[in-house]
C-alpha cells in the first residue's frame, strides 16, 4: 500500500514532502490536504500524469480538472487575461475557497482534458499544499474520491478509494472545513457581449459574499441551489460530483 505521512509530525513531513515532489516529478499521484478537502494531485503540465489522475477517479476527458495555484503570478501566467472583477474577488477570497474559471492562456502546451480553451484556478488556503506548489509548480487537482462517491475530509477515506493508484499521501488531519470550493465563470468578462458571472457551485464561499464584491456583474439569484449551466472546464457528472476541492 502507497505510504501515509502525518505531516502533523515535522519528521514525517520532511519525508513526506521529499515523497511527494519526487512522485510529482514523475508523473505519479499524491493525495494532497486543502482548506476545503482533500484532493488527487498531478503535474498540470504533464498530459500521462494527468490523464492517469482521471483513469483513478473513474473519469472521462470532458470531465478536466482544476488547477491549483501558489499564487496570483501563477495565475497571471496561466489566464489569457485577469479581468477587474476578478482581481477583485481574488484579493478578497485568495487564498481561499474560490475557483476561478477564465479563459486560458492560448501559448501554454498542456492537456487537461476537454477544457474548450478554459481553466478553473484556485490558491487554497492550505500552508502545506502552498509550500509543495511552489516547488512543483501548478498541479491538476480533483477532488481525492472515486466518481459518485463523496469527496474526501479525512486521509482514511481517501486511502481507501483510491489505494495505489496514488504513490503517496499527505495526511494533515480532518479538512478544515469540510466543504468544497465555490466555483464561478468568469469567461464572459473577458471580451463577452453581456459581461457576468455564473455560479456553476455554491460551496465555501456563498453567492451573498460574491454579489458584494461583484454587484450587478453577478448573475441573477436562482430560487433553488440547483446549477443552471456549467463551463466546460468544470463540467460536473451526472450525480453531481464536485469537480475539484
Excluded at 484556485?122 to 509548480?137: I, N
Amino acid at each position: 500500500m502507497s505510504p501515509v505521512y502525518d505531516c502533523r509530525d515535522e519528521s514525517q513531513l520532511l519525508s513526506g514532502m521529499r515523497h511527494a515532489r519526487q512522485a510529482i516529478g514523475r508523473g505519479e499521484l499524491v493525495v494532497l490536504p486543502t482548506d476545503t478537502v482533500y484532493g488527487i494531485a498531478a503535474d498540470a503540465f504533464n498530459a500521462r500524469a494527468v490523464a492517469g489522475l482521471l483513469e483513478a477517479k473513474g473519469r472521462g476527458r470532458q470531465q478536466p480538472p482544476p488547477v491549483l495555484v501558489p499564487g496570483v503570478a501563477t495565475l497571471r501566467a496561466l489566464v489569457a487575461e485577469i479581468p477587474p472583477a476578478v482581481d477583485d474577488l481574488v484579493r478578497e477570497f485568495w487564498p481561499g475557497g474560490l475557483t476561478i474559471v477564465l479563459p486560458a492562456q492560448p501559448s501554454l502546451s498542456w492537456d487537461l482534458g476537454d477544457t474548450h480553451g478554459t481553466v478553473a484556478v484556485r490558491m487554497p488556503a492550505q500552508k502545506l499544499t502552498l509550500e509543495l506548489l511552489e516547488e512543483t509548480g501548478p498541479l491538476a487537482v480533483s477532488s481525492a474520491n472515486l466518481t459518485g462517491m463523496a469527496a474526501a475530509v479525512n486521509i482514511d477515506s481517501a486511502r481507501d478509494m483510491l489505494r495505489d493508484s496514488v504513490a503517496a499521501y499527505l495526511d494533515a488531519g480532518p479538512s478544515e472545513t469540510g466543504v468544497a470550493s465555490t466555483i464561478i465563470d468568469a469567461t464572459t468578462l473577458v471580451g463577452g457581449a453581456e459581461p457576468q458571472v455564473r455560479v456553476l457551485r455554491e460551496g465555501a464561499i456563498s453567492r451573498e459574499r460574491l454579489r458584494a464584491v461583484l454587484g450587478d456583474l453577478l448573475e441573477p439569484d436562482l430560487e433553488d441551489d440547483a446549477v443552471s449551466s456549467v463551463a466546460p472546464s468544470v463540467e460536473p457528472s451526472p450525480d453531481s460530483e464536485a469537480p475539484g476541492p
